[in-house]
């Protein structure tokens, strides 16, 4: 080997010592959130009661002064239960009127048919006038005539003196007295309303605005407003087709699916309103990355601990937040800081105590 081929070996030699190699991409912790689409939208949550589906309200067929009540607001009744009662010393003493007519129309009546046939005897014996016989007969069904409507009045009476008490005719509870003891009523005026408890429905107020473009699948949630667990379902039965003037809201009354037995008359319930929408995603700001005015996000992949850029759709953008409708699966996790370091294929820690 001569000089000049040694010297140019021992330059190549040099020169490859002397080139470093290029030293690992770092693995780089990075926040992370997982993909959770939302396919609800929520309406609005809105408070109210539980009622009867019936209810009544019930007075006295005739006039007088309240007695006394018998049953207080709350109270459970039974058909036939005494509700309250009238001052009956009026009603009595137009029944004893009414028999001492019937007594006087008796006796009169006893007379006439005595006539009748007495005078029906002398004309048979030819001794009597056929005029005579004609007055007596005309004046017995005169009296036959009194006789009934001595007997109806009696009749009426009672039934006046029964109407003096106000009894129920279902079961049911009593939710609001219109009257107080010593009140003179009128027949026919309100005097007490009663529920039937056996099927309840859940009442509430909607804004009118939210009335008039209800969707037609919308859906109702009933709970308990102190024991929230406690809900069921509800379809609309009811809606007021005018909205009150000074609330501008529409009474809307429920039918529940099922009825809790928590769910007594006057629960103070919490109905939100919800519908079905196309899937959407929500996402921190931070995690949306332009790039010559595309948005995308940068997707982890769990097996192999890497990451890659992938395109959406931004739908909407508040609160350092925002609203994408594609793009992205249930389930998976993107990077929601610091995505403007990233690269393609790049290597990545999650931290899972500081994921959100």
Not at 35 to 62: C, H, K, M, N, W
Not at 285 to 301: M, N
Request: hydrophobic share 40%; net charge neutral; aromatic share 2%.
């Amino acid at each position: 080997m001569n000089r000049v081929t040694a010297l140019a070996c021992l330059g190549i030699l040099l020169a490859g010592c002397s080139k470093e190699e290029a030293p690992p991409e770092p693995v780089r912790p990075v926040l992370s959130v997982q993909i959770s689409p939302q396919d609800i939208a929520q309406l609005g949550r809105f408070a109210g009661t539980i009622q009867a589906r019936y209810e009544s309200t019930l007075g006295f067929r005739v006039s007088g002064r309240i007695a006394r009540r018998a049953v207080d607001v709350g109270s459970e009744v039974k058909a036939g239960d005494l509700l309250a009662t009238l001052d009956p010393t009026d009603l009595q003493n137009q029944v004893r009127s009414s028999q001492g007519d019937l007594a006087r129309v008796q006796a009169q009546w006893i007379n006439a048919q005595a006539d009748a046939r007495r005078q029906q005897e002398l004309f048979d014996r030819g001794v009597g006038a056929q005029a005579q016989l004609d007055v007596a007969q005309t004046n017995l069904k005169t009296t036959r005539a009194s006789l009934d409507q001595a007997k109806a009045s009696v009749s009426q009476a009672k039934d006046q003196l029964n109407y003096s008490e106000l009894r129920v005719d279902h079961d049911a509870v009593v939710t609001h007295w219109n009257v107080e003891a010593g009140q003179v009523v009128s027949a026919g005026q309100e005097v007490v309303t009663l529920a039937r408890p056996d099927i309840k429905e859940a009442v509430i107020d909607l804004p009118s605005s939210l009335a008039e473009n209800l969707p037609p699948d919308v859906r109702f949630t009933v709970a308990d407003q102190l024991e929230p667990s406690i809900s069921t379902t509800a379809t609309v039965r009811e809606l007021e087709p005018q909205a009150e003037s000074a609330t501008r809201t529409r009474r809307a009354r429920l039918t529940l699916a099922q009825t809790p037995a928590a769910f007594r008359l006057g629960t103070a319930i919490s109905v939100t309103l919800s519908t079905a929408i196309e899937p959407k995603v929500e996402l921190p700001l931070s995690a949306i990355q332009e790039v010559e005015g595309k948005s995308r996000i940068w997707v982890i992949d769990r097996q192999n601990q890497t990451v890659a850029p992938r395109e959406v759709q931004v739908l909407s953008r508040a609160d350092g937040r925002v609203v994408v409708s594609a793009g992205v699966k249930a389930g998976e996790r993107v990077v929601s800081a610091g995505v403007n370091s990233l690269k393609p294929g790049q290597k990545v820690k999650v931290d899972e105590g500081s994921t959100r």
